[in-house]
C-alpha cells in the first residue's frame, strides 16, 4: 500500500536544499504537492539569493556548503535533503576534472559528513548534467551512500519526456535510507532512461538501449509546440519583416558575438530588446539553432545564452519563411532570443516567478540556465516521497521525526 506525500502524520518533511539557486527545487517540491517545509536554503551567489528571497521572502543562508559541519546541519532536524551541485566539472565542453575539480569539492565533503550527523537525512535528491552518471564523483557517491545503508534510483531525463517541447537531458539520483523503500523497488541500483516507474508502470523496459529513435519522434509529436511558451505571441509582437527587424540598429558585438545589453526604454518587457541584431546574424548565422513558434523542440539554454550564439539556447524566426532553415535567408526571419520569462516557462516556472528589477538581462540568463525543469523535477520528488509500504513509512517516520529544534 502507498502512502500520501504528507510527512510525520500531518507534519511537513523537514527539507534542505542546498545550492538553491533561484529556487528551482522549492518551486519543483510545490509543484510535486509534497507536505514539506524548506527549513534552509544554501547558496554563495548573492544575486541568485537576491531573486530566491524575493519570490520566496527567505534570504538562503549565504556561504560556502563546503564550511558546513555535521553539528550545524543536525539543528535543521531535516529529514530530506535536495542538492543539485555545480555542474562545470562534468559537462562536455568543461576540463572533465571531476572530483579532482575545486567546484565538486563542496558536494563530496556534504556526502562525507552524512555518517556524521546524529539523524541522517532519510532521503536524498540529486540533479546534475549527464556526463556525472560517468565520473568519479558519482561512483564516491554512490559508496558513500551505501555505506549509510541507502538505496537509490538513477535516471536521465528530458522535458520532452513531460510534453514540453524542450531538450534538457539531465541526470538525477534519488536515494532512500532503509528500511524506506522505492515505489518500484526491482529498479533498485539502476540508471533509468524513461519516466515510466514515475508513473507505477513497472513493467516497462528503461534503459538507454529500450528508446529506439522512433519513441523520440512519438515524443516529440506529443509535445506542446513552443508558442505556447512565448509572451509575446500576438500578431502585433511579431515582429515585421518588412519594418522590425531591418531597422534594428546594428549593436555592438564582442569577439564572441555577444551583443551589449541595451535596455530599451520600456524596460526588460520590451520586444525591441531580443531581436538579434543583423550583424550577429551575418557572422554568426551558420551556428545558430533556430525554432519556430511551431516547433516541438528547442535547445537547452545555458548560462552563456546572450552572451554567445553557439550552442547556449534555440532563437525564435518570428516570420516563419516557405522553406524552414538555413536556406531561406536569415534576415527575413526577423531572429530574436527567448526572453528570460519564456525561458523560465520552458523550465515549467510559476507565472508568479519574478526576477527584481537589478537583476541584469545577462544575470537573468545566467541564473535561469543553471536552474533545472520544474516539469521533470517535480514528478521524481513525488516518486522519492512517496513510500512503498505503510510498515516501513511508519517505521522510518517514527525514528526520524522524532521532535527536533532549531
Ligand atoms: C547548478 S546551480 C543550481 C541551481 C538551482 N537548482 C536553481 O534552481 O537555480 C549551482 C548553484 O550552486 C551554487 N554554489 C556553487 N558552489 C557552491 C558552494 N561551494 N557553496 C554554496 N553554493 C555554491 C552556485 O552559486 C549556483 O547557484
Given at each position: 500500500m502507498e502512502k500520501d506525500l504528507s510527512g510525520n502524520e500531518g507534519e511537513p518533511w523537514r527539507v534542505l536544499e542546498f545550492y538553491?539557486?533561484?529556487?528551482g527545487m522549492r518551486y519543483s517540491l510545490k509543484k510535486a504537492g509534497?507536505?514539506?517545509?524548506?527549513v534552509e536554503a544554501f547558496d554563495i551567489n548573492d544575486k541568485a539569493n537576491d531573486v530566491y528571497q524575493h519570490n520566496f521572502g527567505h534570504r538562503p543562508?549565504?556561504?560556502?556548503?563546503?564550511?558546513?559541519t555535521a553539528a550545524e546541519l543536525d539543528?535543521?532536524?531535516?529529514q530530506a535533503w535536495l542538492l543539485s551541485p555545480p555542474c562545470q566539472p562534468y559537462t562536455?565542453?568543461?576540463?572533465?576534472?571531476?572530483?579532482?575539480?575545486?567546484?565538486?569539492f563542496s558536494f563530496l565533503k556534504i556526502l562525507e559528513l552524512i555518517p556524521d550527523t546524529t539523524k541522517p537525512p532519510v532521503m536524498l535528491f540529486v540533479e546534475n548534467v549527464v556526463g556525472f552518471e560517468a565520473s568519479d564523483t558519482r561512483t564516491k557517491m554512490v559508496q558513500v551512500l551505501a555505506k549509510s545503508d541507502y538505496i537509490t534510483q538513477e535516471f536521465i531525463l528530458s522535458p520532452l519526456q513531460f510534453g514540453v517541447p524542450y531538450s534538457r537531458p539531465r541526470y538525477f539520483c534519488l536515494a532512500k535510507r532503509k528500511p524506506l523503500s522505492f515505489r518500484?523497488?526491482?529498479?533498485?541500483g539502476q540508471l533509468l532512461w524513461s519516466p515510466s516507474p514515475l508513473f507505477g508502470h513497472d513493467n516497462i523496459s528503461v534503459t538507454?538501449?529500450?528508446?529506439?529513435e522512433e519513441n523520440w519522434d512519438k515524443l516529440l509529436r506529443s509535445c506542446d509546440p513552443?508558442?505556447?511558451?512565448?509572451?509575446?505571441?500576438n500578431p502585433s509582437d511579431r515582429v515585421n519583416a518588412e519594418t522590425g527587424c531591418l531597422l534594428t540598429k546594428p549593436v555592438a558585438v564582442d569577439d564572441f558575438g555577444a551583443p551589449e545589453e541595451i535596455i530599451e526604454?520600456?524596460?526588460?518587457?520590451?520586444?525591441?530588446?531580443y531581436l538579434v541584431p543583423l550583424n550577429l546574424i551575418e557572422r554568426w548565422g551558420s551556428a545558430m539553432d533556430i525554432v519556430y513558434p511551431d516547433s516541438k523542440r528547442c535547445c537547452c539554454f545555458t548560462k552563456s545564452y546572450y552572451r554567445?550564439?553557439?550552442?547556449t539556447g534555440s532563437l525564435l524566426a518570428t516570420v516563419q519563411p516557405k522553406?524552414?532553415?538555413?536556406?531561406?535567408?536569415l534576415k527575413e526571419q526577423c531572429l530574436r532570443y527567448f526572453t528570460p520569462r519564456e525561458v523560465a516557462n520552458l523550465h515549467s516556472f510559476p507565472g508568479d516567478f519574478q526576477f527584481p528589477q537589478h537583476i541584469s538581462l545577462r544575470q537573468r540568463y545566467a541564473l535561469l540556465g543553471n536552474s533545472l525543469s520544474i516539469a521533470v523535477v517535480a514528478p521524481l520528488l513525488q516518486y522519492l516521497f512517496t513510500q512503498a509500504s505503510r510498515f516501513a513509512s511508519i517505521k522510518v517516520l517514527h525514528s526520524a521525526n522524532a521532535h527536533f529544534s532549531l
Amino acid at each position: 500500500m502507498e502512502k500520501d506525500l504528507s510527512g510525520n502524520e500531518g507534519e511537513p518533511w523537514r527539507v534542505l536544499e542546498f545550492y538553491s539557486g533561484i529556487g528551482g527545487m522549492r518551486y519543483s517540491l510545490k509543484k510535486a504537492g509534497v507536505n514539506a517545509e524548506v527549513v534552509e536554503a544554501f547558496d554563495i551567489n548573492d544575486k541568485a539569493n537576491d531573486v530566491y528571497q524575493h519570490n520566496f521572502g527567505h534570504r538562503p543562508y549565504q556561504g560556502n556548503i563546503q564550511s558546513l559541519t555535521a553539528a550545524e546541519l543536525d539543528k535543521y532536524g531535516a529529514q530530506a535533503w535536495l542538492l543539485s551541485p555545480p555542474c562545470q566539472p562534468y559537462t562536455r565542453q568543461g576540463l572533465q576534472k571531476q572530483s579532482g575539480d575545486a567546484r565538486a569539492f563542496s558536494f563530496l565533503k556534504i556526502l562525507e559528513l552524512i555518517p556524521d550527523t546524529t539523524k541522517p537525512p532519510v532521503m536524498l535528491f540529486v540533479e546534475n548534467v549527464v556526463g556525472f552518471e560517468a565520473s568519479d564523483t558519482r561512483t564516491k557517491m554512490v559508496q558513500v551512500l551505501a555505506k549509510s545503508d541507502y538505496i537509490t534510483q538513477e535516471f536521465i531525463l528530458s522535458p520532452l519526456q513531460f510534453g514540453v517541447p524542450y531538450s534538457r537531458p539531465r541526470y538525477f539520483c534519488l536515494a532512500k535510507r532503509k528500511p524506506l523503500s522505492f515505489r518500484c523497488e526491482h529498479f533498485n541500483g539502476q540508471l533509468l532512461w524513461s519516466p515510466s516507474p514515475l508513473f507505477g508502470h513497472d513493467n516497462i523496459s528503461v534503459t538507454k538501449d529500450d528508446q529506439p529513435e522512433e519513441n523520440w519522434d512519438k515524443l516529440l509529436r506529443s509535445c506542446d509546440p513552443v508558442e505556447r511558451f512565448l509572451e509575446f505571441n500576438n500578431p502585433s509582437d511579431r515582429v515585421n519583416a518588412e519594418t522590425g527587424c531591418l531597422l534594428t540598429k546594428p549593436v555592438a558585438v564582442d569577439d564572441f558575438g555577444a551583443p551589449e545589453e541595451i535596455i530599451e526604454e520600456d524596460g526588460y518587457d520590451s520586444i525591441g530588446n531580443y531581436l538579434v541584431p543583423l550583424n550577429l546574424i551575418e557572422r554568426w548565422g551558420s551556428a545558430m539553432d533556430i525554432v519556430y513558434p511551431d516547433s516541438k523542440r528547442c535547445c537547452c539554454f545555458t548560462k552563456s545564452y546572450y552572451r554567445y550564439v553557439k550552442g547556449t539556447g534555440s532563437l525564435l524566426a518570428t516570420v516563419q519563411p516557405k522553406n524552414k532553415g538555413k536556406a531561406s535567408s536569415l534576415k527575413e526571419q526577423c531572429l530574436r532570443y527567448f526572453t528570460p520569462r519564456e525561458v523560465a516557462n520552458l523550465h515549467s516556472f510559476p507565472g508568479d516567478f519574478q526576477f527584481p528589477q537589478h537583476i541584469s538581462l545577462r544575470q537573468r540568463y545566467a541564473l535561469l540556465g543553471n536552474s533545472l525543469s520544474i516539469a521533470v523535477v517535480a514528478p521524481l520528488l513525488q516518486y522519492l516521497f512517496t513510500q512503498a509500504s505503510r510498515f516501513a513509512s511508519i517505521k522510518v517516520l517514527h525514528s526520524a521525526n522524532a521532535h527536533f529544534s532549531l
